[in-house]
């Protein structure tokens, strides 16, 4: 059954609540979208591991610009994402798109749905992120949610100039002429391609915790990853 007709079901069935979603109360439903942020930026354009929520509201299912991971029933769904379509979304999305990659319960109150909603008219729109954070809605940080700040300049100790693998250990040459080696299970070798990653061509060492034997090597593009890397001992 096509994506639409799910969300014709959902949308029909919004009677139900149709009152709740007109006492939604923003913000409360700003503390509702803290459980929002670790997958989602408010910035438009600035996709994590879902899409950006800038500029939603309103805005076609399954079309945030530059984001490519959604599931064919939202790249195939066809209505916008007004007050009536979120309401059955944020209800239970696997029901309403089956096969979405959107790892979310649901949320099962509807008065928390009205209210997340109507934070969402606001913070959804042109310039509503800015605004919410501006009005004390949520934090300034929240825009830009999980979203690492880009790689600039960096030292030469952390930029990356050749790494080996040899045996079960990596061995990390970095800009200052130093060579450490890790081992393999340490390391993290990660691909950035978007405004916050490195320059093209550069590869980044960075920290990730424990007691500093753990790191993880950015690179711009996988084929910088390929022409950095070799298998010699």
């Not at 996709?47 to 076609?60: D, Q």
């Not at 919410?132 to 934090?139: M, N, R, S, V």
């Not at 550069?202 to 298998?231: C, H, K, P, Y």
Request: proline share 6%; with cysteine.
């Amino acid at each position: 059954m096509k994506a639409t007709v799910f969300v014709a079901t959902a949308i029909a069935g919004l009677g139900a609540t149709s009152d709740a979603l007109a006492d939604g109360d923003p913000t409360r439903g700003a503390q509702h979208y803290r459980a929002c942020v670790a997958c989602h930026a408010l910035e438009p354009e600035l996709h994590l591991s879902g899409p950006s929520l800038g500029n939603v509201f309103e805005r076609k299912a399954g079309t945030a610009e530059g984001f490519v991971r959604y599931s064919d029933g939202l790249k195939t769904a066809d209505f916008i994402w007004n007050a009536a379509a979120l309401d059955g979304w944020l209800k239970d999305p696997a029901a309403m798109i089956p096969g979405t990659y959107m790892v979310f319960q649901g949320i099962a109150n509807p008065q928390a749905r009205a209210d997340l909603i109507a934070f969402l008219e606001i913070a959804g729109k042109p310039g509503g992120g800015g605004k919410a954070a501006a009005d004390g809605l949520i934090p300034a940080a929240w825009l830009r949610a999980g979203a690492p700040e880009p790689i600039r300049d960096v030292p030469p100790q952390a930029r990356v100039t050749a790494i080996r693998h040899c045996g079960d250990s990596y061995f990390i040459r970095t800009d200052d002429g130093q060579e450490t080696p890790y081992w393999e299970k340490n390391i993290r070798l990660k691909i950035d391609s978007v405004e916050t990653g490195p320059p093209k061509g550069v590869a980044v060492i960075l920290g990730a915790g424990m007691a500093g034997d753990r790191v993880s090597v950015i690179f711009s593009s996988l084929t910088d990853l390929i022409s950095l890397v070799q298998e010699k001992c």
